[in-house]
């Protein structure tokens, strides 16, 4: 149950109702309810979800997203150097997607 969030919760729906694309940033100091604002509006729609290492550096960071996508079916010619190219499996996940409605959520986004 959330409370005081009533906001948040039209922001978020109604980027959902909308036929437009949007890019919704939830930010806030740590542990103060965000990822858990964002799945109790989503419940399991995400067509993509990823959390990123809290501290980690770059290699670390690129290799959880990387496998993240590849969890979700998706395949790298070559390990990305990159955030360009990880993001170009994401790219193709989503294109790829039959959903109609994409939502990609990413946690811990440094």
């Known amino acids: 149950m959330l409370v005081g969030r009533n906001k948040e919760i039209e922001i978020m729906d109604a ?3 909308d036929d437009r694309s949007h890019f919704i940033a939830v930010y806030g100091r740590r542990r103060v309810g965000k990822t858990h604002l964002i ?3 989503y419940g399991n729609r995400f067509t993509f979800q ?3 290492i809290y501290g980690s ?3 670390e ?3 959880g997203f990387i496998s993240a996508v590849e969890l979700r079916g998706e395949t790298y010619k070559k390990n990305p150097s ?3 190219q ?3 499996g994401l790219k193709r996940l989503i294109i790829r997607s039959t ?3 994409k939502i990609v959520f990413l946690d811990e986004l440094s």
């Open 57 to 59: 550096g770059l290699r």
């Open 50 to 52: 990823h959390s990123g």
């Open 61 to 63: 960071q690129l290799n």
């Open 82 to 84: 990159n955030w360009i």
């Open 15 to 17: 980027a959902v109702c």
């Open 39 to 41: 799945r109790e509006v």
């Open 99 to 101: 959903e109609e409605k």
């Open 86 to 88: 990880a993001f170009d």
